[in-house]
């Protein structure tokens, strides 16, 4: 029944191409229109039964609502957090020692990127999108850095993060599902090779902008 119901959703889905039902279609072509869809809905019908009686949609709805949950309190929570920071002047103070960095805008974005590379070792993605970035990216932007670039690069940086020993989340995250007989010493040693190719990867697009730019130039300029 179920694959019954995903052909008949592809030949709906197919069917404007031959025949336009918007313009109202023959009988025969409304009747074909009717059956795939009843077909298309009897094939989710019997699919969402048999994942509540195997209870692998329990399962899968009990997880999402926790993650989904878990992301919506950080976000209200950064948003709390990035409030009471603005309303104390804490924007100020971080625009002023930016401002301050030796190297002007170049001196200011090495010094955030460092910061959130150390941060990476703590916080996860989230919490650092949530909270940091808010504060640092409007001073990085009235600077004269590119949007675009700069959340590039920070993605990178944090990616890399997540790979660096000694701690690195994507390396934890490797650990609970790797065999056993794979000690944590192999996975820190396989992902060196991984973290020189980021690297690499940060410095060409820190020294050539239009890596980052120029797909984004092209579809919106």
């Known amino acids: 029944?179920?694959?019954?119901?995903?052909?008949?959703?592809?030949?709906?889905?197919?069917?404007?191409?031959?025949?336009?039902?918007?313009?109202?279609?023959?009988?025969?072509?409304?009747?074909?229109?009717?059956?795939?869809?009843?077909l298309a809905a009897l094939g989710v019908v019997y699919a969402c039964i048999r994942l509540f009686r195997t209870e692998v949609l329990d399962q899968v709805m009990r997880s999402t609502a926790q993650i989904s949950s878990m992301v919506f309190v950080i976000l209200i929570g950064a948003s709390l957090f990035a409030l009471v920071f603005r309303e104390l002047g804490g924007d100020h103070t971080v625009r002023a020692a930016l401002e301050a960095a030796p190297g002007g805008a170049t001196g200011a974005l090495i010094v955030v990127?460092?910061?959130?590379?150390?941060?990476?070792?703590?916080?996860d993605f989230i919490e650092i999108t949530f909270v940091v970035v808010p504060i640092v990216a409007p001073v990085l932007f009235m600077m004269g850095v590119d949007p675009v670039w700069l959340g590039v690069m920070m993605a990178l940086n944090l990616q890399t993060s997540f790979l660096t020993p000694p701690f690195g989340f994507a390396l934890f995250y490797l650990r609970g599902v790797a065999p056993p007989t794979l000690s944590s010493g192999a996975i820190y040693?396989?992902?060196?090779?991984?973290?020189?190719?980021?690297?690499?990867?940060i410095a060409m697009v820190a020294f050539m902008p239009w890596l980052a730019t120029a797909l984004p130039g092209l579809l919106y300029d």
């Open 1 to 38: 029944m179920i694959v019954i119901g995903s052909v008949a959703l592809l030949l709906l889905l197919l069917s404007p191409l031959v025949y336009d039902l918007r313009a109202g279609g023959t009988p025969v072509q409304m009747a074909l229109a009717y059956g795939f869809s009843a």
């Open 113 to 123: 990127m460092i910061v959130m590379f150390l941060l990476g070792f703590f916080l």
């Open 189 to 201: 040693r396989g992902a060196a090779p991984f973290v020189i190719i980021q690297l690499l990867m």
